[in-house]
């Protein structure tokens, strides 16, 4: 397929994704606000910009990490390229770029999302943004659920899969090694009520806490960082991301020899992944190896690009425009 | 909202002899609206152009700020052409659209027509749109207009005149298929009673003619547009989905070992077929403009060579410059021998000296016309003109009379229009569109243009106009869609 077609059904689902976890944890932390109240911590919104990765963006352009400020700057501060308004103009834009092969019925989902949240998310006030993060969210799985019954399982489509499930373990590592830190020195709340409504908290930030709860009958920190690095089932663990990850650059690079760079970096990461377990990660730092992988996963990123969009020695002119990608 | 009073004005209307009278054979849908209440029929309205907008029907309007997306107004009541005036207009295209071609293959290769003397030799070799690199070109099975979209409108009388051919890149067809598959659900009784003609299949005949290019069984097809802000993308998309080829940019495409290839996460790979939607001017930056960022560099020599076919032909824009137009019905005797069936609209030529005297003295009474511009650009409407703008205008044509030429207003026919809480006639055209294959096709059916302004004349979209679908009947037999 044509390379420039593949990039970009590989970044709108990226964005998706991505817009799909900033609106999961928006929500969980409005939610989780009212609880902490009642506990009597104080807000909690700086986090949420860290785990975003877009800290220094915000302290340029905002005074302070209030509930309003970090809640615009996310959802729909069109100058932030992560908000969730700005994932889904650029999706839709890419989108629109290649519709000739995704269905019609990805497009028009992903174009009616778009012109919704332009039309009525601007006019909410943050007390009634719930319906809308749940809206963004259903948006997302919507599209997961068009391309799987919508679309043959091509080569596109496997693209398509493949940016989702670089996304969503890079998101749930962020979260993960932000909240961990948060969560983890509150001494006095250790074994309190409160610590298990954090601990839900992050759970839910990753849609984990129902399935978590079938595997492990406490919520206890190891217990919850074992499941988000490990789990061999739930479907936005690090492990089961990246080896679906895996299968679909499998069926990408059928054929090809010798196989591209990036299949190989990706299954580094996946043995990487099932060569350690949860203790000594703990032991050795949680924080390290995390980033270690996230550095990992940024080379594989990079692999996908050179491999398979970037045709370097053939290009002979500078495109006239670029989808903004990030 | 009923048809009871509607006035027809004294224009030719599409939907009634006169006054209260609807023609034959569109009662159907003249009872359906009537039997339908006020706020019934306006959430119809509604439910079509939501359906249209969601469907990301839209296009840009050029200079507009970016962004700035529009459907292409919609008007859900249905422009009706009886079988019997459509089995003229489809003769008349086919004849005028088999002439052409064999003018366009003559003035690149032997030019009889010029040393006949039939038109005249620097009206030709001296016209912008004439490509000097095509001479001595042969395309595939010798189609240069592999599709058209022919503009036709009728007078007072109903007569049907063809006002304009577009030969290089006609866009507006995926409204023609868009359109249908929105009003069958909008009025689907009516639609099913009055035995109307498909164009659901237009995609599919469109890929038979590309896929007739080449001489491999089973070739490598795309569809190459100028990219995402392009103001008909939509419709490069549509066309590209629906026939279920690649749509490429140039910046996908490359010229390797006198092949053109496209960029894919596998390496190169061969094309065979191109169906462009970019002008001659930007398809090579090595031929043509070479500041175009838009097209492949080489590409024409690989054409040149044989070695992929391009839909339309390069070069086809000679042959529907807006004066070689007034020498369209000697062509078509020229080539064919034969009397035209569909007439032009008389046109003076500004270059000759006596008919530009004739339209400068009655500027009032024409439709002054830039000869290379389109889209209702550079266009003097005289009757609807102020003494200073004829004055400017008159300027313009003594100092470059090649460039214009002028016709007498046409009292355009007209159809209903839901405006408001009544039912009002406006200007409309038709835009059928034909294929040049293994045979020539009509597709029946074609883009209704409305002029939604009332008195306007101007139907072009980016002028304020809008569309409506087309309901050609077929002659009895069984209903289909």
């Known amino acids: ?28 932390n409005l939610h989780l606000l009212l609880d902490a109240d009642h506990h009597g911590a104080g807000e909690q919104w700086l986090p949420l910009v860290t785990t975003s990765g877009d800290h220094e963006d915000f302290e340029k352009r905002y005074s302070r990490p209030t509930e309003r400020n970090v809640v615009k700057f996310l959802t729909f501060d069109t100058e932030n390229p992560n908000s969730i308004i700005s994932c889904f103009r650029v999706a839709r834009e890419n989108a629109r770029s290649v519709r000739d092969t995704i269905s019609s019925e990805m497009w028009n989902h992903l174009n009616q999302t778009y012109l919704m949240i332009e039309r009525e998310g601007r006019r909410r006030r943050i007390e009634d943004l719930q ?142 992944l099932e060569s350690t377990d949860v203790k000594s990660v703990l032991a050795n730092g949680l924080h390290e190896f995390i980033d270690t992988f996230q550095f990992n996963l940024n080379v594989v990123g990079v692999q996908i690009h050179q491999s398979f969009f970037a045709m370097k020695e053939a290009i002979t002119q500078v495109p006239a425009q670029m989808q903004s990608q990030g | ?172 067809v995926s409204y023609v298929v868009e359109n249908r598959n929105v009003l069958k659900s909008t009025f689907p009784n009516a639609f099913r009673t009055m035995n109307v003609r498909p164009t659901i299949d237009y995609p599919d005949r469109l890929r038979r003619t590309l896929r007739h290019l080449s001489r491999k069984s089973n070739p490598r097809i795309i569809v190459l547009t100028p990219g995402v802000y392009n103001s008909a993308y939509f419709e490069h998309a549509f066309l590209a989905q629906q026939m279920g080829v690649e749509l490429a940019e140039g910046r996908d495409l490359v010229v390797v070992d006198d092949e053109l290839k496209l960029r894919t996460t596998r390496g190169f790979e061969t094309v065979d077929v191109v169906y462009r939607r970019i002008d001659d001017d930007f398809l090579d930056p090595r031929s043509f403009r070479s500041d175009s960022l838009l097209g492949v560099p080489g590409i024409m020599d690989v054409y040149r060579k044989g070695n992929v076919a391009l839909a339309n032909a390069v070069g086809t824009g000679i042959a529907d410059d807006k004066a070689i137009y007034a020498y369209t019905p000697r062509i078509i ?60 205008f008159a300027k313009k044509i003594k100092a470059n009379p090649r460039d214009f030429v002028a016709q007498p207003t046409i009292s355009l026919s007209r159809a209903p229009v839901i405006a408001g809480d009544r039912f009002a006639g406006r200007h409309v055209d038709l835009r059928p569109y034909i294929l040049y294959g293994r045979d020539i096709f009509v597709l029946p059916g074609g883009l209704t243009r409305v002029a939604l302004r009332e008195g306007s004349l101007v139907v072009n979209s980016s002028q304020g106009g809008g569309s409506k679908d087309t309901w050609v009947l077929s002659d009895g037999g069984p209903a289909n869609a």
């Open chain 1, 1 to 28: 397929m044509l390379s420039r077609v593949a990039e970009a059904v590989y970044w709108m689902h990226r964005y998706v994704e991505r817009a799909e976890n900033v609106a999961r944890f928006v929500h969980v």
């Open chain 2, 333 to 392: 005797k020229y080539y064919l021998d034969e009397d035209p069936i569909l007439p032009i609209v008389p046109t003076y030529i500004c270059s000759d000296e006596k008919e530009r005297q004739h339209v400068l003295e009655n500027l009032d009474r024409f439709v002054v016309k830039a000869v290379n511009l389109s889209g209702g650009y550079g266009m003097l409407i005289g009757p609807k003109s102020t003494a200073a703008e004829r004055e400017a």
């Open chain 2, 1 to 172: 909202m009923r048809f009871d009073n509607y006035r027809t004005d004294g224009f030719y209307d599409e939907m009634f002899e006169s006054d209260g009278i609807p023609r034959a054979g569109v009662e159907p849908i003249i009872e359906t609206i009537n039997g339908l209440r006020p706020r019934d029929l306006k959430r119809r309205q509604r439910a079509a152009e939501y359906a249209l907008l969601n469907s990301g029907n839209t296009f840009n309007v050029y200079g507009a700020k970016e962004g700035a997306e529009k459907i292409l107004p919609f008007d859900i009541i249905p422009r009706i052409v009886p079988a019997n005036e459509w089995s003229t207009l489809e003769a008349g295209l086919k004849q005028r659209i088999r002439a052409l071609n064999l003018f366009i293959g003559d003035i690149y290769n032997e030019k009889k027509i010029l040393r006949d003397g039939v038109v005249p030799e620097e009206m030709i070799l001296g016209a912008e749109s004439y490509r000097k690199n095509c001479e001595g070109l042969r395309p595939p099975k010798d189609i240069w207009i592999h599709i058209t979209g022919t503009d036709l409108v009728r007078d007072e009388s109903g007569t049907f005149f063809v006002l304009e051919d577009n030969l290089r890149c006609p866009s507006g």
């Open chain 1, 131 to 272: 319906e809308f993060y749940t809206q963004i969210k259903n948006a997302s799985h919507f599209l997961v659920g068009l391309a799987e019954t919508t679309m043959s399982h091509n080569e596109a489509w496997h693209f398509g899969r493949l940016g989702r499930l670089i996304e969503r373990a890079d998101k749930t590592a962020r979260i993960l090694d932000v909240r961990y830190f948060i969560l983890l020195p509150g001494v006095e709340y250790v074994d309190s009520p409160y610590d298990s409504v954090l601990w839900t908290a992050l759970l839910k930030s990753t849609s984990a806490f129902e399935m978590y709860r079938k595997a492990h009958p406490h919520i206890h920190h190891e217990n919850v960082a074992d499941f988000l690095l490990f789990d061999r089932m739930f479907a936005r663990s690090l492990y089961w991301c990246i080896s679906a990850a895996e299968r679909s650059m499998d069926q990408i690079t059928e054929g090809m020899r010798p196989a591209p760079q990036a299949a190989a970096e990706l299954s580094t990461l996946r043995e990487t």
